[in-house]
T-cell receptor
Framework: NAGVTQTPKFRILKIGQSMTLQCTQD?????MYWYRQDPGMGLKLIYY???????DKGEVPNGYNVSRSTTEDFPLRLELAAPSQTSVYFC?????????????FGPGTRLTVT | KQEVTQIPAALSVPEGENLVLNCSFT??????LQWFRQDPGKGLTSLLL?????REQTSGRLNASLDKSSGRSTLYIAASQPGDSATYLC????????????FGKGTRLSVIA
């Protein structure tokens, strides 16, 4: 199993540009998550999904959009990039049965908006 | 709203020392607690997961304890090694079962050879 994979690893965007961060997991996990991590801070949840076709906002959803058309993929879209979106983005997945399962993380995408 | 605090923010110890990292959370009605390791520029690696009904979990030189009533967890690292140098993050999920993890800001550990 490759686990959770993310592309790209690095990206520089100009203010106002758009892009999609890709995330794929091959563990048949039902839950998937997008977090951002700013220097010296913990991780903040952007969006999450409990299954294909279902998404929900996290703590910091403004400026982002997601979709979950398949179990494996959970892309994060940035529209009209702003310097405040400069961060490291992590995708994660878990299997949520009767109790919450262990979360597995991808390697991250380092995004700079200038 | 659940808040997770980790103290200290940074810790430097000589190789071979046993050490304890602390995590506290404000709402004791948690579902589980997870400890992660993060190396610089890398993603998070899960170390230990403690369900709310458990009091501790062990993996090799690592032992994590959970005291729900006091809102605390500790990660004990025995016989520390330079390879243990990393940031350690604590995260909890709340009792609804459908809310993702709430993270602390982490403790940055340096083990000096």
């Amino acid at each position: 199993n490759a686990g959770v994979t993310q592309t790209p690893k690095f990206r520089i965007l100009k203010i106002g540009q758009s892009m999609t961060l890709q995330c794929t997991q091959d563990m048949n996990h039902n839950y998937m998550y997008w977090y951002r991590q700013d220097p010296g801070m913990g991780l903040k949840l952007i969006y999450y999904s409990v299954g294909a076709g279902i998404t929900d906002k996290g703590e910091v959803p403004n400026g982002y959009n997601v979709s979950r058309s398949t179990t494996e993929d959970f892309p994060l879209r940035l529209e009209l990039a702003a310097p405040s979106q400069t961060s490291v983005y992590f995708c994660a997945s878990s299997y949520q049965g009767r109790q919450l399962g262990e979360q597995y993380f991808g390697p991250g995408t380092r995004l700079t908006v200038t | 709203k659940q808040e997770v605090t980790q103290i200290p923010a940074a810790l430097s110890v000589p190789e071979g020392e046993n050490l304890v990292l602390n995590c506290s959370f404000t709402d004791s009605a948690i579902y589980n607690l997870q400890w992660f390791r993060q190396d610089p520029g890398k993603g998070l690696t899960s170390l230990l997961l403690i369900q709310s009904s458990q009091r501790e979990q062990t993996s090799g030189r690592l032992n994590a304890s959970l005291d729900k009533s006091s809102g605390r967890s500790t990660l004990y690292i025995a016989a520390s090694q330079p390879g243990d140098s990393a940031t350690y993050l604590c995260a909890v999920s709340d009792n609804s079962g459908n809310t993702p993890l709430v993270f602390g800001k982490g403790t940055r550990l340096s083990v000096i050879a």
